[in-house]
């Protein structure tokens, strides 16, 4: 007993005069960085009533596939309070959709939907308090975005399956605060869950069973400030 108590005074002593990295950082009203993501999205699709007509009696299931790309953006930072800011992190996201159309007397037919994603997430971000050089958060809001590659009018196909450009998504995670002698590392990891209806083409044969598409994606972020 004696020696647990020894050590608890020990590790208390040592959190107590742990140095500080870049004490006064978060007193800071404004603050700048830039971010990398690393995502994963998948598609949820909705069934139409033409799924269920004589026309698409061989399709069995439309099977979404996760996949994977990335994103790069800059970060500002509001100071509202101690414990919350306000933070606007424009990037720009290249996503690659993935469905699988099964069919009951053929082989299976692929359709890859790629984006390249405008995008400016509007976050609230409630902190913890800080201890020593770590500090926990939580995070979230909303995510507007547009299609920026041109691809549809340049590669528009009446046989194939298309997405809308724009898009809503709600946002929430959680990340760390790390703090350096020169800068602010934060992991972050996200779930984005689209409100908006995606499906583009509905008149062709992969569009015509499908009622709504939606996108969500969980995303791994890196931030420096």
Not at 33 to 45: A, D, K, Q, R
Not at 105 to 134: C, D, F, I
Not at 159 to 170: D, K, P, Q, Y
């Amino acid at each position: 007993m004696a020696v647990m108590v020894s050590l608890g005074c020990f590790g208390q002593g040592n959190s107590k005069w742990a140095r500080k990295n870049n004490p006064n950082y978060d007193e800071r009203k404004f603050s700048y960085g830039f971010l990398i993501g690393l995502h994963s999205s998948t598609p949820s699709v909705e069934y139409s009533d033409q799924f269920v007509t004589p026309d698409f009696d061989t399709l069995y299931a439309v099977h979404p596939d996760w996949s994977a790309g990335f994103s790069l953006g800059f970060i500002v930072n509001y100071r509202v309070t101690e414990f919350l800011d306000l933070r606007v992190t424009p990037k720009v996201g290249f996503y690659e959709h993935k469905f699988r159309y099964v069919f009951t007397n053929e082989a299976p037919l692929e359709q890859l939907a790629e984006t390249t994603m405008v995008e400016m997430p509007l976050l609230a971000k409630y902190k913890s308090v800080r201890r020593g050089n770590l500090r926990m958060y939580m995070i979230g809001g909303i995510t507007p975005s547009i299609e920026a590659s041109g691809k549809k009018d340049l590669e528009a196909s009446s046989e194939a399956l298309e997405l809308e450009r724009f898009n809503i998504s709600l946002e929430a995670g959680f990340g760390f605060d790390l703090y350096y002698p020169l800068f602010k590392f934060s992991p972050e990891i996200r779930y984005a869950r689209g409100v908006m209806d995606m499906l583009g083409n509905r008149t062709n044969q992969f569009g015509q069973p499908l009622q709504r598409v939606t996108v969500n994606t969980v995303t791994l972020y890196l931030l420096f400030q």
